[in-house]
Structure formats: structure tokens, C-alpha cells
């Protein structure tokens, strides 16, 4: 029988092939290949050295004894000359104590290798007192750990222990890269399921000052947190002396299981309803979300509790002229009821203390304001009627109810809101039925092609005072959320420059790296809502009473944050110090934080001008540009203030954490 005949093989590849199977077969082999190797390369070149070297012996056998010291000493196989057993014994010590050498090398190395391979799979036990544990992996965890490092002293934590069920080396990585290098070393990962008990105790929550409980982006990640905070109820136990624990769920039917689950020192975030009423905040307020931004981050001023004992038994208003660095907004009860902007003539009881916009606790100290008050240029309070709107939501995903149903709460006589969606509107959840008979006012839903741009381009918006542009939720289809966004806005801006009409718009946004390119026009918000809820719950951690500030502060009824022309306070383009706008504030019943000044020529790189907290002694020429950021109660959603008859100019553009 004939074989086939196939490409001819060199004789290199196959003395390859022969070499590659003979070390494949054992370890004795690949050992023998060894010895064969080095004593290839040892004797001859010793043996050249001997024979080379003028003071050798004379005789073969002398130099015979010489190479075999050379090649005995290079291999450490002992150096014994003489008979050929004293040869034999000297070289069996040798391969002895080289054995031995080589086995505890090995033993070593492999131990090392094991426990650096163990700490890499983050499953050693974190031995740590008041730390901050994060448990689970989201889009907010990056901004959790990047501002609990910035939080200044005594308030940045000892170490920030990350436990979740992915790769250690990688969160290391990703963590890492958003945080400066000095403060690295607070950061501790391991990596393993939050929701089993024993792989919980590894982070040593019993001795932590905080825990968070994040939210991933799966469709189950409510149950997943309900999970987390039932195994941490079982390594805690049911007593109420564990660690704060704050936790953050989508949906609001988890929110109170949640609450059950994260025991009496638990506070529970509903995220889609904080992202809904940032949204709806925003719209008709341009600049909002950068004020809110500077609230809840640490790079600048934050709310602080600071001590009332010098205004006990004396009114809530005297108290906001007697801090001259930083702005009171509320009192926190005896009782542990929070008061945000409550009425000047409330009195601040004993026990009480104020809640303060301050950028550390240092500046929260008394000083008399009063006599930098110019009671010549305040001009008296007067009533602006609101306005109707007409307002375009695009899109639709689960917190579009939410937006709806904040919207149409505040919404005044005559307002009408647009729905353009892609399809009909069953989305995850639809606007309660309290919320759609909450008013009579005009919600209109119709479906479009919104993701074909020859639609877009096909929209009227003459008649509309806002836009909302909502995208997809993450898992719907292949694409990105921000791709359809993306898109979505950038055909608008299109129609906006053909028709030459630009419209106020407020569009959310899930990666932050996104935001830039968002082409968007002056007086537009955009908002990260992933980041908002990190910079929140980072808030909420360093102090938990300040919980039900933001919880108001959010909500579309209590105090909220609002924008005011300047000269709806003082009169147009007087200097006058800022201490005079907190007076004029304070006579409306509101309290002031700061102002955002429109004026690029005189401040060009002050993050849009947005300044929270100035000095009471801070003078400056209010001009009608300026706007005035107050506190007030019951500010109004779905209103558009009448404008003022000499503001005539755009808002910045803004952009939401």
C-alpha cells in the first residue's frame, strides 16, 4: 500500500518535534534534558578555561582534576579531587544540598504564589474599625468612592472596603483611576456575593461607621439589594447598635421591605424618584442642575449641622444673619424633625440645631451680619403671577411616569404636557390614578417614529415653553441608552438652528463620559442621574440626619431650590453687599444660598458662574442678569415665572451631576 505523500519537513522541525514530545512525556525527562544541557555547556567550556590558563597543571590528569573543580564548583556539586569514590560522594552532597535548596525554593515560591493568588481572588478578612463598606457593583459606585475620599477631615473615612461579585484586580483598576494617588490606599477590594453571610462578614460590617447597598443596572437589582441587606441583618443581628446602613432601590415597591430589611438605623433611597424629580425641577429653571450639583458634591460647600445655642429662644429669621461664612436653611428639632426655610418667627428652642451651608464646620461660627444690610436697596415684596406652560416630553422609560406625575402635581391652570413615545405608553409603570385626577390639567400621549430623524426634524416646537428628552432604559435593544439620546438631540438642535427657535431642554443621560457631547444649547440641563444618586448617597453617609433635607429638597412639595432674578430684591445694577440679598430673601419668606452671575467678563472659569455660600460681606453690582438662589416653600414644577421686563438674556448651560 502506498502512503500519501506530504510536504517535506526540514530537519529542524522535526529535531523540534522529537524535543517538544520527549519534554511532554514526565517530569524525569524535561529533569534529564536539563542535566544533558548544562553538563553540554559546563565541561567543555571549563575544561577551555583550564586548558587556556598559562598556570594550569602539566599533566592531563592534573588538568583533567581542574576542570572537573571548575564544572564542580559552577554546578555546586562540591569540589573534592582524589579517588573516584571521593569524586562519587562529593557529587551525590552536591546534588543533595542542591535538592534540598531547590525544594525549599519551590516550597516558598509556590506558597507566595498561592497567597498572592488568594489575595487577588479577594477573599482574605478585612480587619478594619471605621471604615465605609460598599456593597455591590453600579454606575454610582465610582462616584461613591471618589467623594467619600474627598470629603475633608475628620470626615474622610479610615479605609473604603468594596465588596462585590466581580474581578478584584479589575474594580481595583476602575477605582483606582478616579481617585487621587495619595488616597489609593483607603481603598480595599473583595470580591464574592453580598448576599451570602459569609462572604459579607469578610469586610468586618460590625465594626464599620457606614454601609452602602448599591443598586446594579439588572433587571433584578431590587431583589438583590433586599437580598444584601437580609444577610447583613444576619451577620449585624437584630439589635440597633450596628452601623448606619443606607441602601438604594429602583422600584417603590421595594422600598418598604427594604426598609423593613435595613432594621431602625436603615435609610432607603428610591432612585428613579430622585432622578424624576430632579428632571422635573429643572424644567423651567435653567441652571438648576449645577446648583444642585455644588449641593451634593464635596469639592465645594455641603449642608452641616451646627450648633443654635447662641439664638435659643430667638426667631428663625435672626439666625440667618448671624453666620457671616456660611447660610442657614433650617433647623433639626429636638425631636429629630428636620425644618427646611420653616417661618423667620419660628423659635429655635433649646436642643434645637440649625442645618447650614457651610464648606466645613469651622465656618458654621456666630458673627452679627446686620450691619452690612442696605435697607435703601431692597425693593418691597410683590406677588408674580405664574404662567401656564406647554411642555414636549420625547421618550419613554420607567421613570417617565414618575416625571409625569411630578409634573402635573405642580403643574398651574391651563398647562399642557405633550408625550411623543416610539410606541404606546405600558411602560414599567404608569402614573397613579391620584396622580392623573391630582388636576385638570392636558397630558396628551401619541406615538411617532422618534428613532427615524426625518420625525424629529418634522416637530413644531414654536409652541412649547420646555423640552424632556427621556432615553430608552439600558437592555432595551443593543444599543447604548445614550446612542438614541445622543441622536435624539443632536437632530433637535438641527431643527433648532433651521427654524431658529431654541427651546429650554432638560435630557438625562447614563454615562457621565457623555455629557460633553451632548449638543445641547444655553439654558439646557443635562443630567447624569447615576452620578446624582453616588454624590446623594456619599452625602447621606458622612452625616444620615441630612437624609430628609435632600428628601425635601427633591420632593414637589416642601422647600425646594429656585432661581430669582436679582432685581426681584434689590434694585437694578445697585452694589450692595450679599448679606442685603439674604434680608430681601428673608422678608419673602425665603432663604438665600448664593447666586449665579451671567456676567462672563468678570467671572469666565467660576463653573458658569454658579457661587453658593459667599461672605455676607461679598459687594458686587447685582445686575438684571444675575439670579438669586433661594430656598422657598412650594416653588412650583411645571411653572415658568413671568420673565422680568429687563432680562432678556439666555441661561448658562448646565449640566447635572
Known amino acids: 500500500m502506498e502512503t500519501a505523500k506530504g510536504p517535506r519537513v526540514s530537519l529542524r522541525d522535526r529535531a523540534g518535534y522529537r524535543f517538544d514530545r520527549t519534554l511532554a512525556r514526565s517530569t524525569g525527562t524535561l529533569m534529564g534534558w536539563l542535566v544533558i544541557t548544562c553538563l553540554a555547556v559546563v565541561v567543555p567550556v571549563s575544561t577551555v578555561l583550564v586548558w587556556t590558563d598559562p598556570g594550569a597543571p602539566r599533566s592531563v590528569s592534573g588538568r583533567l582534576s581542574a576542570a572537573w573543580r571548575t564544572s564542580a564548583e559552577t554546578l555546586r556539586l562540591g569540589a573534592a579531587t582524589g579517588t573516584p569514590l571521593r569524586l562519587v560522594l562529593s557529587a551525590v552532597l552536591g546534588l543533595v544540598a542542591l535538592l534540598c535548596v531547590s525544594t525549599l525554593v519551590g516550597v516558598i515560591t509556590t506558597g507566595l504564589a498561592e497567597r498572592m493568588a488568594e489575595l487577588s481572588r479577594g477573599r482574605s478578612t478585612v480587619l478594619e474599625r471605621g471604615h465605609v463598606v460598599v456593597l455591590g457593583w453600579s454606575d454610582q459606585v465610582t462616584t461613591v468612592v471618589h467623594e467619600l475620599v474627598a470629603a475633608r477631615a475628620p470626615h474622610r473615612p479610615r479605609a473604603i472596603v468594596l465588596l462585590a ?210 435697607p435703601s436697596v431692597i425693593l418691597p415684596a410683590s406677588s408674580v403671577p405664574d404662567r401656564s406652560t406647554r411642555l414636549l416630553l420625547l421618550g419613554w422609560n420607567r421613570r417617565a411616569a414618575l416625571v409625569v406625575g411630578q409634573l402635573r402635581r405642580t403643574a398651574r391652570p391651563g398647562s399642557v404636557l405633550d408625550v411623543v413615545t416610539d ?95 451632548a449638543p445641547v444649547n444655553q439654558g439646557s440641563d443635562v443630567i447624569v442621574s447615576g452620578k446624582l444618586t453616588g454624590l446623594l448617597m456619599a452625602q447621606i453617609a458622612q452625616n444620615r440626619h441630612l437624609a430628609p433635607v435632600f428628601d425635601e429638597l427633591f420632593s414637589a412639595e416642601g422647600a425646594g431650590v429656585c432661581l430669582r432674578p436679582a432685581s426681584w430684591y434689590v434694585l437694578r445694577d445697585a452694589e450692595a453687599t450679599f448679606a442685603t440679598l439674604v434680608a430681601a430673601a428673608r422678608d419673602r419668606g425665603e432663604c438665600a444660598i448664593g447666586y449665579i452671575s451671567h456676567d462672563a467678563r468678570t467671572e469666565p472659569t467660576t463653573g458658569h458662574g454658579v457661587r453658593l455660600n459667599p461672605p455676607k460681606d461679598e459687594r458686587r453690582v447685582w445686575s438684571a442678569e444675575d439670579h438669586l438662589v433661594v430656598l422657598a416653600t412650594s416653588p412650583g414644577v411645571m411653572s415658568t415665572p413671568a420673565p422680568d421686563p429687563g432680562d432678556d438674556t439666555g441661561a448658562t448651560t448646565s449640566a447635572a451631576p
Not at 448599591?214 to 444584601?228: I, K, W
Not at 444577610?231 to 447598635?241: H, I, P, Q, W, Y
Not at 431643527?495 to 457631547?517: F, W
Open 165 to 374: 461579585d466581580r474581578d478584584k484586580v479589575e474594580m481595583e483598576r476602575l477605582l483606582t483611576a478616579r481617585v487621587p494617588p495619595a488616597a489609593r490606599a483607603l481603598i480595599i477590594c473583595r470580591s464574592g456575593p453580598a448576599s451570602d453571610p459569609d462572604v459579607l462578614a469578610l469586610v468586618s460590617p460590625r465594626t464599620a461607621s457606614s454601609v452602602l447597598v448599591l443598586p446594579s443596572a439588572e433587571p433584578t437589582a431590587d431583589a438583590e439589594v433586599l437580598r444584601v441587606l437580609l444577610a447583613l441583618r444576619a451577620v449585624l443581628g437584630e439589635g440597633a447598635d450596628g452601623p448606619p446602613v443606607l441602601a438604594a432601590v429602583r422600584d417603590d415597591r421595594y422600598r418598604a421591605p427594604a426598609r423593613l430589611a435595613a432594621g431602625p438605623r436603615g435609610t432607603v433611597l428610591e432612585t428613579d424618584t430622585v432622578a424624576a424629580r430632579l428632571i422635573a425641577q429643572c424644567v423651567g429653571r435653567p441652571g438648576l442642575s449645577l446648583v444642585l450639583g455644588d449641593l451634593l458634591d464635596f469639592a465645594g460647600d455641603e449642608f452641616h449641622l451646627a450648633d443654635a445655642a447662641a439664638f435659643h429662644h430667638g426667631s428663625f429669621g435672626e439666625t440667618l444673619l448671624g453666620h457671616p461664612n456660611s447660610c442657614v436653611v433650617g433647623l433639626l428639632t429636638p425631636e429629630g424633625r428636620t425644618l427646611l426655610n420653616p417661618p423667620v418667627d419660628t423659635v429655635v428652642v433649646p436642643g434645637s440645631r440649625l442645618i447650614v451651608l457651610a464648606r466645613d464646620d469651622v465656618s458654621t461660627r456666630v458673627g452679627v451680619c446686620r450691619h452690612l444690610v442696605d
Open 423 to 517: 410606541s404606546a405608553v405600558p411602560g414599567p409603570r404608569q402614573p397613579e390614578p391620584e396622580d392623573m385626577e391630582a388636576s385638570g390639567h392636558d397630558v396628551r400621549f401619541r406615538s411617532a417614529a422618534l428613532s427615524r430623524p426625518e420625525t424629529l426634524l418634522g416637530l413644531d416646537l414654536t409652541p412649547y415653553d420646555g423640552l424632556v428628552v427621556l432615553g430608552p432604559d439600558q437592555g432595551e435593544g443593543p444599543e447604548h441608552p445614550d446612542d438614541w439620546t445622543l441622536i435624539t438631540l443632536l437632530a433637535l438642535r438641527l431643527l433648532e438652528e433651521r427654524t431658529g427657535h431654541e427651546v429650554r431642554l432638560v435630557t438625562e443621560l447614563v454615562d457621565d463620559r457623555n455629557r460633553p457631547l
